[in-house]
C-alpha cells in the first residue's frame, strides 16, 4: 500500500521560511515525478511545485523564486523549501506521486496518482 506522509507544516510569520517533507513508502518513486499542491479555505487545490525523475523543477509563477522542490532518491522524499512566505501562501500543503514517467501535464491535480493527507502552512502577517 503507497503511503505519502507530509511534515514540517507549522505557523510562521511573514518573510519566515518552513521546510516540508513528504516521505512515501510503499513502493520507490525513484522513476517517476513527484510535486506539491495546495488547498486554501474556500479554493481549489492548485499546483506549487514538480521535480522530474532524474532533474527539471517546475513552479507556479506565484511561488518561483521563493520556493524549491528537491528529492532524495535514496529516502524515498521530496521536499518542498519555502522561503519568503507570505500570508496568501497559507494553505494545506499536499504531497503528490505518480505511479510512472508520463501522464501530461503536472499542473492538473487529475494526473497524480498517489496524495498524502496533507499539513497546515498559517502564514501570519
Known amino acids: 500500500q503507497v503511503q505519502l506522509v507530509e511534515s514540517g507544516g507549522g505557523l510562521v510569520q511573514a518573510g519566515g521560511s518552513l521546510r516540508l517533507s513528504c516521505a512515501a513508502s510503499g513502493r520507490t518513486f525513484n522513476s517517476a515525478p513527484m510535486g506539491w499542491f495546495r488547498q486554501a479555505p474556500g479554493k481549489e487545490r492548485e499546483f506549487v511545485a514538480a521535480i522530474a525523475r532524474i532533474s527539471g523543477t517546475y513552479y507556479a509563477d506565484s511561488v518561483k523564486g521563493r520556493f524549491t522542490i528537491s528529492r532524495d532518491n535514496a529516502k524515498n522524499t521530496v521536499y518542498l523549501q519555502m522561503n519568503g512566505l507570505k500570508p496568501e501562501d497559507t494553505a494545506v500543503y499536499y504531497c503528490?506521486?505518480?505511479?510512472?514517467?508520463?501522464?501530461?501535464?503536472?499542473?492538473?491535480?487529475?494526473?497524480?496518482?498517489?496524495w498524502g493527507q496533507g499539513t497546515q502552512v498559517t502564514v501570519s502577517s
Open positions: 503528490a506521486a505518480r505511479a510512472g514517467a508520463g501522464g501530461g501535464s503536472y499542473y492538473y491535480t487529475r494526473t497524480w496518482d498517489y
